[in-house]
């Protein structure tokens, strides 16, 4: 039996009387505090308030397109119903949107760090985040994070000025990490928040130190998780991985739709008036053991995971090493030069060096990071035509 849980009568009543009376708690994020690398570019207006500005930078970023075909999950499904990492910002977006507006926080600020937090995310999920960090390491000593890499796209790729705010939202998402209360940790400083990321960079167990600087970056942080956990369910029923019945009907219900509302219910229901972000210890317990099992049942299976590391692992080692030859030799026909470093000069801003200035290995990591799931298979086939490494999709029909 379906379970979908309601505020309180207190809560509602209080959150209806508060906005009636002009007396909602107010701790939303200002923006007249917004902070930006170059404060005399992109003046906030009546019209563009400043985390609108970072919305619209954000969403015509040339890479924004790219996440309708990159993976959440399930890779090597043709499948128009499986989630793309394009549907699930979204998703993010839409749950951090309804806890902030009934918490009464700067929604424009949730949506801005809502759909940058995943720009750098690689081809192939998670996995593929993976192989490239064991690249990426093994030649440089540095670490490849998916969301210490969108800070590099909207920052450094594309030195967009985004605002301090959403930036360290999208650095600190780690929706690997669920805790049962989110306080914002202040941020004042660029110079602050730029040794934070050199650290990521050289330690990836630091990224669990960042914290969101504002209540709404808490709020996304928590969103990422309750727009995936169900979702993810979702998709692997469909695509015959899981069924419903392996799960345990707690606190957050099976389905999707259940898992979304009852946590947002309670996440508003524990947090109306307080500088934090928080769910009960009922609700908490259920979100991690329901993680815990999607781990064990969707991302380990071996539908999911043996085809990642016996083709996609190996194939992108190999195109790797083939990305960085033709750089370092100054193949000028390569799709490194040809595809990646011509189209990044083709937009212009104003950067602190050239990007061909880069350290060779970071622009290939660069260029594979922005690949979608298809570039990368063709790109694969492109450079290495005879290779015995394929991947064969799932058809419509099959």
């Given at each position: 039996?379906?379970?979908y ?6 809560i509602?009543?209080?959150?209806e ?6 007396t909602?708690?107010?701790f ?5 505090k ?16 400043p985390?609108?500005?970072?919305i619209d930078?954000?969403m015509h970023?040339p890479y ?13 499904y043709?499948n128009?119903?499986?989630t ?10 839409r ?7 009934a918490?009464?926080?700067n ?22 985040e ?7 390491f093994e030649?440089t ?13 909207l ?6 000025n985004?605002?301090l ?17 989110y306080?914002p ?11 934070e990321?050199d ?8 990224i ?23 979702k993810?369910?979702?998709?692997a ?6 069924d ?5 009907n ?5 389905t999707?739709?259940?898992i979304?509302?009852?946590l ?8 109306y008036g307080?500088?934090?972000?928080k769910?009960?210890?009922e609700?908490?317990?259920a979100?991690?053991?329901?993680k815990?099992?999607n781990?064990?049942l969707?991302?380990?299976a071996?539908?999911v ?23 370092l030799d ?10 990646h ?6 937009v ?5 060096q ?8 970071m622009i ?13 298979i063709?790109?694969?086939?492109h450079?290495?035509?005879n ?5 064969n ?6």
């Amino acid at each position: 039996m379906l379970k979908y849980e309601s505020l309180s009568p207190e809560i509602s009543k209080k959150i209806e009387e508060d906005r009636l009376n002009g007396t909602t708690p107010n701790f939303a994020f200002d923006n007249n505090k917004a902070l930006r690398r170059d404060s005399e570019r992109d003046k906030a207006t009546v019209l563009r308030p400043p985390f609108i500005r970072d919305i619209d930078k954000i969403m015509h970023c040339p890479y924004y397109n790219r996440y309708a075909d990159k993976t959440q999950v399930l890779s090597f499904y043709k499948n128009d119903d499986i989630t793309r990492r394009g549907l699930h910002v979204q998703l993010v977006s839409r749950i951090a949107r309804t806890i902030g507006s009934a918490l009464g926080l700067n929604l424009d600020l949730i949506e801005a760090i809502s759909l940058g937090h995943d720009i750098g995310h690689t081809p192939f999920g998670h996995a593929g985040e993976t192989f490239l960090d064991e690249l990426l390491f093994e030649n440089t000593g540095n670490h490849f994070s998916h969301n210490i890499h969108s800070i590099r796209v909207l920052d450094k790729i594309f030195p967009y000025n985004i605002s301090l705010q959403t930036l360290n939202g999208i650095a600190a998402h780690d929706g690997e990490m669920e805790l049962s209360e989110y306080k914002p940790k202040p941020m004042q400083s660029f110079s602050e928040f730029d040794n934070e990321i050199d650290k990521c960079y050289k330690d990836k167990k630091y990224i669990k130190k960042l914290a969101p600087c504002t209540l709404e970056g808490c709020v996304m942080r928590i969103s990422d998780i309750i727009a995936y956990l169900g979702k993810d369910r979702q998709d692997a029923m469909r695509t015959g991985i899981a069924d419903s019945d392996i799960y345990e009907n707690g606190a957050l219900g099976i389905t999707n739709a259940e898992i979304i509302n009852n946590l947002i219910v309670n996440i508003v229901e524990n947090s109306y008036g307080k500088p934090y972000i928080k769910m009960d210890e009922e609700h908490f317990s259920a979100l991690k053991k329901a993680k815990s099992d999607n781990y064990e049942l969707i991302y380990k299976a071996p539908e999911v995971d043996n085809i990642l590391h016996a083709s996609i692992k190996p194939m992108m080692q190999k195109m790797y090493e083939r990305l960085l030859h033709d750089l370092l030799d100054g193949t000028k026909k390569s799709p490194i030069l040809t595809h990646h470093i011509a189209y990044i000069n083709k937009v212009y801003y104003k950067r602190e060096q050239p990007y061909t200035a880069t350290e060779p290995n970071m622009i290939v990591a660069d260029y594979i990071a922005s690949m979608t799931d298809d570039y990368f298979i063709e790109l694969y086939e492109h450079l290495f035509p005879n290779s015995n490494f394929k991947v064969n999709y799932k058809g419509y029909f099959d």
